[in-house]
Nanobody, 119 residues
């Protein structure tokens, strides 16, 4: 089994910054793409940012220039640096990873971490 555990969420004022972390643990042979999604109340879960095993990144238009995704493969960890936060960034942020623990690749989700942007 593989577990993803997020941390780093919290309350921040508009214009502030937060850094989310997500650590994958368990029976891991290899990790392919990793990403961050978010879901605000009453809205669908949406992709925020993703990073491939080769380091290529992809961002939602709404966060380009403000958020940066990175990964540290030696620690099975993906990060999301969020700057210039806006009230509309408030949501539960979920980590996602495509992991090979045995013979097949499987998609895993973390439990989510709350980000609140408010003055």
């Amino acid at each position: 089994q593989v577990q993803l555990v997020e941390s780093g969420g919290g309350l921040v004022q508009p214009g502030g910054s937060l850094r989310l972390s997500c650590v994958a643990s368990g029976s891991i042979f290899s990790i392919n793409a990793m990403g961050w999604y978010r879901q605000a109340p009453g809205k669908q879960r949406e992709l925020v940012a993703a990073i491939t095993s080769g380091g290529s990144t992809n961002y939602a238009d709404s966060v380009k220039g403000r958020f940066t995704i990175s990964r540290e493969d030696a620690k099975n960890t993906v990060y999301l640096q969020m700057n210039s936060l806006k009230p509309e960034d408030a949501a539960v942020y979920y980590c996602n990873a495509k992991v090979k623990g045995g013979a097949i690749w499987m998609n895993y989700w973390g439990q989510g971490t709350q980000v609140t942007v408010s003055s």
